[in-house]
Every structure is written in structure tokens, then in C-alpha cells.
């Protein structure tokens, strides 16, 4: 089993930045690619970034090309999203999850373990 925790969501005004982190523990970090995704009320959940298992190969949605960042460091099991010029539309609860691959996919049927969320608001 794989457990995943993030942390670092809150409250922000329009414009301003978070730094989402995702603390995995259990069995292999290292060899996986890792995912953020995020679900707004009302929505489905939706792709917002991906990093192969290196941390050399990254995908991001094109609503977050240009202000987010997502970064690993496999010594602490830890992946990264750096949220910068955050608008009210990003206001969603974000998920870290683990995919079956080394890839950066995008699909969410492509990610086997999945964390509990943080909730991320931006007022306008």
C-alpha cells in the first residue's frame, strides 16, 4: 500500500501563490510518475499537472502552463506544486496520486493511489 498526504492548502487572495506538497509513504515512491489533480463543486476531477518518475519529463494542463510548477525530490518521498498568479478559478480541493507507470500521464484512470485532498480557495 501506498500512502499519500498533501498539505499546504488555505486561503489566498487573487494573484497570490501556495506551495502544495504531497508526502508519500509505503512502498515505491521513486519509480512512478506522480500526479496533481483537482475537483471543484459540481465538477469531475481534472488533470492539472504530472511529473515523470525522475522528476526529468513534466505535462500540465493549459489553464495552469505558465503559473504552476510541479517538482519531486525522491529522497524525501515528496512531490511539489508551486501555484503562483493563482486565480479564483483554481479554487478547487487538489489530490496527489501515484500512477501504475514512471510516466507523467494525464488520465486519472492512469493513477492507482490517491491522497485525502486540501482545499485550495482564492478570493477574488
Known amino acids: 500500500q501506498v500512502q499519500l498526504v498533501e498539505s499546504g492548502g488555505g486561503l489566498v487572495q487573487a494573484g497570490g501563490s501556495l506551495r502544495l506538497s504531497c508526502a508519500a509513504s509505503?512502498?515505491?515512491?521513486?519509480?512512478?510518475?506522480m500526479g496533481w489533480f483537482r475537483q471543484a463543486p459540481g465538477k469531475e476531477r481534472e488533470f492539472v499537472a504530472a511529473?515523470?518518475?525522475?522528476?526529468?519529463?513534466?505535462n500540465y494542463a493549459d489553464s495552469v502552463k505558465g503559473r504552476f510548477t510541479i517538482s519531486r525530490d525522491n529522497a524525501k518521498n515528496t512531490v511539489y506544486l508551486q501555484m503562483n498568479s493563482l486565480k479564483p478559478e483554481d479554487t478547487a480541493v487538489y489530490y496527489c496520486?501515484?500512477?501504475?507507470?514512471?510516466?507523467?500521464?494525464?488520465?486519472?484512470?492512469?493513477?492507482?493511489?490517491w491522497g485525502q485532498g486540501t482545499q485550495v480557495t482564492v478570493s477574488s
Open positions: 496520486a501515484r500512477g501504475f507507470t514512471g510516466a507523467p500521464l494525464r488520465d486519472v484512470s492512469q493513477y492507482r493511489y
Open positions: 509505503g512502498r515505491t515512491f521513486s519509480g512512478y510518475g
Open positions: 511529473l515523470n518518475w525522475s522528476g526529468t519529463s513534466t
